[in-house]
């Protein structure tokens, strides 16, 4: 028994001393089906670190392009506003990790020094995170308790020839209400905001004479993992007097942009993955071609196909452990320059992206040996070893 | 009379219309040292790839140690060539990235089992005791075919087959390889030699002449 263990090291030593110095010997060939397999394994690792990030990043993203969530009276029943403690419940409803933000909106025109405007009551923590793509010159309203200041849409405050940090009257006739505010920022949204004047909703509610009403609010949810329709379909139902809807266009194209992403990184690892096995079958049959003599020679003195394979099949797989190890590593690097370049942060790393770097790499370089070990287990020794 | 280690009955190979070997009868006695010489195209490769089990007849019967091989499989003429066969090929035939005592271990391995002081020895048995580390690109021709017989003889193989083993070494290393054929017979190997070289010859029991792919002279 201790015997034929010694035996089956010695024999396993062999072996591994035939298939080191058969690499070493061979540098430029193992380099190059190193280095094949390594930038493919590498663009795996990138595009599946990025493909399980994706999703939230997008999320994100898309979410910077609005509200994806419309909360307000219901258009049925002809109400133009709704209790804002209302609207405070069915924001409530959203459950908090899936709310990426979230404002009330209240509306109604007011007189400034140079005519007159539409005024926004807005909760301007939530506004932030709806509008992420507002371009600010100054800064924004960041306290519910700031009753002194205003943001100002790009247009009206041309048109009230206003800047950062000049005062402006704001009057209301019907309540009789009026009060200097300062100019805080200045928003370029690109939308109808462009011509509005933003206070925080407690004020305006003050100005407008609203009692507590709101028109509407907007909601940016996060879409993956969400049942938005079954969401909105919940508030109805708890709220009968509400509508409360996914504005579709955007949270669908956000779904469908995904898809349409992950799609297209499926069919890159595909490419590359084709182009590797290429790249290392081309490689490993020069190698086999280089190696006619010594492999006949082996077969001559009593190698079998199955040592011929094994020798072969090891020696790919040696290479092919070694680039995926390189490639793992670089392409997480990879990954964070993606992440950086397209979503301003980090890549996370995920367990997942080894089994999937790995697997399929491997799988490439066996499939790409395929056909090389087949040339090799053909040579017929008697032929080759006549040859000078 | 010493047993009977190889004999062919109308061993015949033909490719298509070709017949290079053409119903040799044959039979070679344990130590025996038989020489087949002929000229070129006399059919010389061909027996020697048929006795070596490098290829199988179309025609024929061959039995190698009580083994008849004509009909084997290329899996069983496999484990003919590692265990019963001994092969020493002109061109030497070393892998290039193993050294001395790694390409005579590299018979061990697909034999049975790895045994480095048996290997060590047989390469001291052929005065290479001082090269054993050094890779073939080291070696001179002569130390190269010599590994090569050190090769051939470490798993005890039933024949010792050769082909032109002087041929492709200068007149000094030449003498050196034939003193060690001299020593292999005398010791009770069955030798099968190939060869053009009348010297080396000489030395065999038997000279099998081959003309067409017949035997033309067995004596």
Known sequence: ?388 | MAKIVLETKGLTKRYGSVTPLDSIDMQVHEGEWVSIMGPSGSGKTTMLNLLSCLDAPSEGEYILDGVATATLTEKQRVAVRREKIGLIFQQFHLVPYLSALENVMLAQYYHSMIDSKDAEQALAHVGLGHRIGHLPSQLSGGEQQRVCIARALINQPAIILADEPTGNLDEANEEVVLDLFKGLHREGRTIILVTHNPELAQYSDRVVRLHHGKVVHDA
């Open chain 1, 1 to 388: 028994m201790a015997e034929d263990r010694r035996a089956d090291t010695t024999q396993t030593a062999m072996f591994l001393r035939i298939l080191f110095k058969s690499l070493k010997v061979r540098k430029n060939r193992v380099f190059i089906t190193f280095f094949s397999i390594m930038i493919g394994a590498s663009i795996i690792t990138a595009l599946a670190s990025v493909y399980f990030d994706i999703s939230a990043k997008m999320s994100r993203e898309l979410r910077a392009y609005g509200a994806n969530f419309f909360v307000g009276p219901s258009a049925s029943r002809g109400e133009r506003s709704v209790e804002s403690d209302a609207i405070a419940r069915a924001i409530a409803m959203v459950p908090t990790d899936k709310l990426a933000g979230a404002s009330p909106y209240s509306y109604g025109v007011v007189r400034l020094d140079l005519g007159n405007a539409v005024l926004a009551g807005v909760d301007f923590r939530g506004l932030k995170k709806l509008s992420p793509y507002w371009q600010v010159e100054g800064k924004w309203i960041t306290v519910d308790f700031d009753e002194d200041s205003c943001m100002i849409g790009k247009t009206l405050a041309k048109k009230m020839e206003l800047k950062v940090g000049d005062p402006v009257n704001v009057m209301r006739s019907e309540t009789g209400f009026q009060k200097a505010l300062t100019v805080k920022g200045i928003a370029e949204t690109g939308q109808a905001e462009d011509e509005q004047i933003f206070v925080n909703l407690a004020l305006a509610d003050r100005i407008l004479g609203n009692n507590g009403r709101v028109n509407h609010a907007m909601l940016s949810i996060v879409t993956e993992g969400t049942d938005i329709d079954g969401l909105a379909a919940r508030m109805q139902q708890e709220m009968p007097g509400m509508d409360a809807k996914p504005i579709r266009k955007l949270s669908y194209s956000e779904g469908k942009i995904l898809d349409k992403i992950k799609g297209l990184m499926a069919i890159i690892a595909v490419i590359i993955l084709t182009v590797t096995t290429l790249c290392v079958m081309t490689t490993l049959i020069t190698v086999v071609s280089e190696r006619t003599r010594e492999i006949g020679l082996m077969k001559a003195i009593g190698a079998d196909d199955r040592e011929i394979v094994a020798q072969f099949l090891a020696e790919t797989l040696i290479i092919g452990l070694a680039g995926v190890a390189a490639g793992l590593v670089a392409g997480f690097a990879l990954a964070q320059v993606l992440g950086h370049a397209v979503f301003g942060s980090a890549i996370a790393f995920r367990m997942i992206v080894l089994p999937m770097t790995l697997v399929p790499s491997i799988l490439a370089s066996l499939l790409a040996a395929a056909l090389p070990v087949r040339m090799a287990v053909g040579i017929v020794p008697a032929k080759v070893l006549k040859e000078d």
